[in-house]
């Protein structure tokens, strides 16, 4: 069945550095989805990518979906302690249910 | 904002009861669905549900798992004899169809019920 592979798995980084997370799809995706999760929280929508090479950017954060539509990132730039949680890709093919990432969980010290 | 309300917060239970879960998704969101998320680890589909039937299921959705939507608003999942491993945070999300060029297919998702299996 469809895999959604995410990495890396943890990330900490000095408050102002940047971060990056990457997802990989075994198979072609009609889209993905990014989600943010705050520790004891629940998943929340962040963007959705759907063409071919697209990016999108919502202030600090800049998403790309790959040409093949198979892979995706999201890159914060100058990372704050507000950044801090867990970052889940999810991808479909149409009408299938989301699939998600195994998500990477960022931490941040000031 | 509407959201998607779920109940109980935190239910514990023992090993071979019953369990029903509870959801009330966003009223105008036609598709509903449960995701569970075992402590630290990815978020895992278990069903979908359309029109008052399932439209797509899981490996892990088995026999033990059923999903009813008993009335307008409310869409339930029961575990009918609960195992150890069925320990994990169930979310309950919803959307409004499942077409992604007018974002319809974004998951709401509410703020999940954690279950305790002893």
């Known amino acids: 069945g469809q895999q959604v592979m995410q990495i890396p798995q943890y990330q900490h980084v000095q408050e102002g550095e940047d971060f990056t997370t990457y997802c990989n799809s075994s198979?072609?995706?009609?889209?993905i989805q990014w989600y943010k999760q705050r520790p004891g929280g629940h998943p929340v929508f962040l963007i959705q990518l759907v063409k071919s090479g697209e990016v999108k950017k919502q202030k600090r954060l800049t998403f790309q979906f790959g040409e093949a539509k198979k892979n995706s990132s999201l890159h914060i730039t100058a990372t704050q302690t507000t950044d801090v949680g867990t970052y889940f890709c999810a991808g479909n093919q149409a009408g299938t249910a989301l699939i998600f990432g195994k998500g990477t969980t960022l931490s941040v010290s000031s | 904002e509407p959201e998607v309300t779920q109940t109980p917060s935190h239910q514990v239970t023992q090993m071979g009861q019953e369990v029903i879960l509870r959801c009330v998704p966003i009223?105008?969101?036609?598709?509903f669905y449960w995701y569970r998320q075992i402590l630290g680890q990815k978020v895992e589909f278990l069903v979908s549900f359309y029109n008052n039937e399932i439209s797509e299921k899981s490996e892990i959705f088995d026999d033990q798992f059923s999903v009813e939507r008993p009335d307008g608003s409310n869409f339930t999942l029961k575990i009918r004899s609960t195992k150890l491993e069925d320990s994990a945070m169930y979310f309950c999300a919803s959307s409004e169809g499942t077409g992604p060029l007018s974002g319809a297919n974004v998951l709401t998702f509410g703020a999940g019920s954690r279950l305790t299996v002893l």
């Open positions: 198979t072609t995706l009609s889209n």
């Open positions: 009223s105008n969101h036609l598709y």
